[in-house]
Nanobody, 111 residues
Framework: VQLQASGGGLVQPGGSLMLSCTAS????????MGWYRQAPGKKRELVAD???????NYGESVKGRFTISADNTKNTIYLQMNSLKPEDTAVYYC??????WGQGTQVTVSS
């Protein structure tokens, strides 16, 4: 399985971005997928994940601001990020559970 993430960039505080991640390759069944992030000098942390049944789970710091969704017909997940804060600045990594990671996409929130 390979993962292709896109959608990162520079945004002002309070702004929005959408990330997407598409899985390809030998996919025999849809696994849970998700997003983690890692800021400089910090541990990688869960942002959000979603099961193949649509159940979602969010990190505490993004609840109410971020929304994860999936299009199983396209093997793609999305992360809609609203009300972005400077502390959301990090490299965002897509994961196809249990352990296939994407290449990471930079999100920078700055004025």
């Amino acid at each position: 399985v390979q993962l292709q993430a896109s959608g990162g960039g520079l945004v002002q505080p309070g702004g929005s971005l959408m990330l997407s991640c598409t899985a390809s390759g030998n996919i025999f069944k849809i696994n849970a997928m998700g997003w983690y992030r890692q800021a400089p000098g910090k541990k990688r942390e869960l942002v959000a994940d979603i099961t193949n049944f649509g159940s979602t789970n969010y990190g505490e710091s993004v609840k109410g601001r971020f929304t994860i969704s999936a299009d199983n017909t396209k093997n793609t997940i999305y992360l809609q990020m609203n009300s972005l804060k400077p502390e959301d600045t990090a490299v965002y990594y897509c994961i196809y559970y249990p352990s296939t990671w994407g290449q990471g996409t930079q999100v920078t929130v700055s004025s």
